[in-house]
């Protein structure tokens, strides 16, 4: 007989991990199934987010953003360097340190918590069985009352682009090259393409990024969006829209990549090239033709909204099923899963997932945009406050962008909360209390923030919704 378990999570990453934890915490007999291996050649957990992706990503930003500081910034500060030396490969081993105390702790949180770690690929097969297959190519067969797919996904790759050792690879490639290229490429001005560019640009590379649609960050809202499209510029990181790869090709003395844009067919040569142009869920080949669990014509695992399958006890969260492929996503979703089989009744608002992209300035928002309220017909009034007015900002030398509110405007309920600046990532918390309280623009408006603080940008744009922004001047209403 098949060893049988009340939960088995196929899948290690921010998804399936927690839920593991929040299964065994709630009593539940649970195993997971991870395939990574790490750098050094041994088993990891943590999947793409902890070993290739938001962790080590924010490690070199974080380092880039130094060197950044010493370069442009610190002589206003009375402070000058002579004679700095940017060492990569220690940034790189610094980077991978973290990494590797990270998904360490992943795994030590298993040992406390009782969560059986099966090492090896997971698939779901008929009557919620999971099949493993070993690193050693052992096959095993395992049973469980519940499943909970959480396979994430993988880097998309262009037919036109392949992946070519360390000249043409995806965010994970980019994230391990111990050398400044002179000149590179990026494909795809979103996320990822961002801040890899960020990181290769603040380290002395001449970066370009080859965008395909005419509008930058069309997810964002257009303030926030022109506001950092500006600082880019200033930062000669050259981003070009409406730009459609056609070919890359290798020759001896690099990468010739073709592109046409308004004013026709372009060449660029580059010496690398990274592709970010998205990524595709990883359950095609994780579930088994009979085990009654459908595919989009994505990939992706159909859920309901509590992220069940059409199997019951077969679930299926983060990036595998629909929704933005974003790690805290796919953690609460891990949560709701595991305390339903809890029988419990909790609850997600996908309407108030925040989005960051860690650049400098960052960009955050939560709820809608002014375009997607125009396009529903819903009546709405916005307030902004610019860093430029805060004194922390000009403090730290960080006084650019902008906070920006959308509010309805019939009850004055915070339908958004949309950053360009510094800390965008921490200060967006503040938006997403403010709308899973139904807060109104009044509510925060009369809290009391801390002075000085950057906190207090949020509370002026508020302030601002009502024209009564203190440190601005306010628009005739």
């Excluded at 962790?55 to 880039?64: E, F, M, Q, T, Y």
């Excluded at 938006?431 to 809290?447: H, K, L, P, Y």
Aim: with cysteine.
């Amino acid at each position: 007989m098949a060893d049988q378990y009340d939960v088995i999570v196929i899948g290690g990453g921010p998804g399936g991990y927690v839920a593991a934890i929040r299964c065994a915490q709630l009593g539940l007999k649970t195993a997971c199934v991870e395939q990574w291996i790490n750098k050094q050649g041994k088993p990891a957990l943590g999947g793409t987010c902890l070993n290739v992706g938001c962790i080590p990503s924010k490690a070199l930003l974080d380092s880039s953003e130094r060197v950044e500081q010493i370069q442009h910034v610190n002589a206003e500060h009375g402070i000058s360097v002579k004679g700095m030396n940017v060492d990569v490969p220690t940034m790189i081993a610094r980077k991978d340190k973290i990494v590797s105390q990270l998904t360490g702790g992943v795994e030590q949180l298993f040992k406390a918590n009782g969560v059986t770690w099966l090492q090896g690929r997971g698939r779901l097969l008929a009557d919620k069985q999971v099949e493993v297959v070993g690193h050693d190519g052992k096959v095993s067969v395992y049973e469980a009352r519940n499943v909970i797919l959480a396979m994430g996904s993988v880097s998309i790759e262009l037919p036109i682009a392949r992946w070519l050792d360390t000249r043409i690879v995806d965010s994970a490639g980019a994230l391990d090259w111990e050398t400044v290229p002179r000149r590179l490429g990026v494909i795809g001005a979103g996320v990822i393409g961002l801040e890899m560019g960020s990181v290769w640009r603040r380290l002395g590379a001449e970066v370009v990024v080859l965008e395909a649609m005419d509008e930058f960050l069309g997810a964002a809202d257009r303030d926030i969006a022109k506001a950092a499209a500006l600082q880019f510029k200033k930062q000669a990181l050259d981003i070009r829209l409406g730009s459609k790869v056609s070919g890359v090709d290798v020759t001896d003395r690099g990468l010739v990549i073709s592109y046409t844009d308004s004013k026709g067919e372009q060449r660029l040569e580059v010496d690398r090239l990274i592709v970010a142009v998205g990524r595709k869920s990883n359950a095609p080949g994780a579930v088994a033709e009979n085990a009654g669990v459908s595919l989009d014509e994505r990939g992706r695992v159909v859920v309901d909204d509590h992220c069940q399958t059409a199997v019951p006890g077969v679930y299926a969260i983060g990036d595998c099923v629909r929704g933005p492929m974003l790690a805290h996503k796919a953690s609460e979703e891990g949560i709701v899963v595991a305390e339903r089989i809890a029988g419990q009744k909790p609850h997600i608002d996908f309407n108030t997932i925040p989005w960051v992209i860690y650049t400098h300035p960052e960009i955050a928002w939560v709820g809608r945009t002014e375009a997607e309220l125009k396009q529903a017909g819903i009546a709405y009034r916005t307030g902004s406050f610019s860093f430029a007015a805060n004194g922390r900002a000009k403090a730290m030398s960080q006084d650019n962008g902008l906070i920006k509110v959308v509010a309805d405007a019939a009850t004055d309920r915070i339908l958004g909360v949309h950053i360009c600046g510094p800390m965008a990532s921490e200060l967006i918390g503040q938006g997403v209390i403010a709308m899973e309280s139904e807060n109104s623009s009044e509510d925060v408006a009369r809290m009391v923030f801390a002075h000085p603080t950057l906190s207090e940008s949020m509370h002026e744009a508020m302030l601002s919704v009502d024209g009564r922004a203190i440190h601005a001047i306010n628009r005739k209403r």
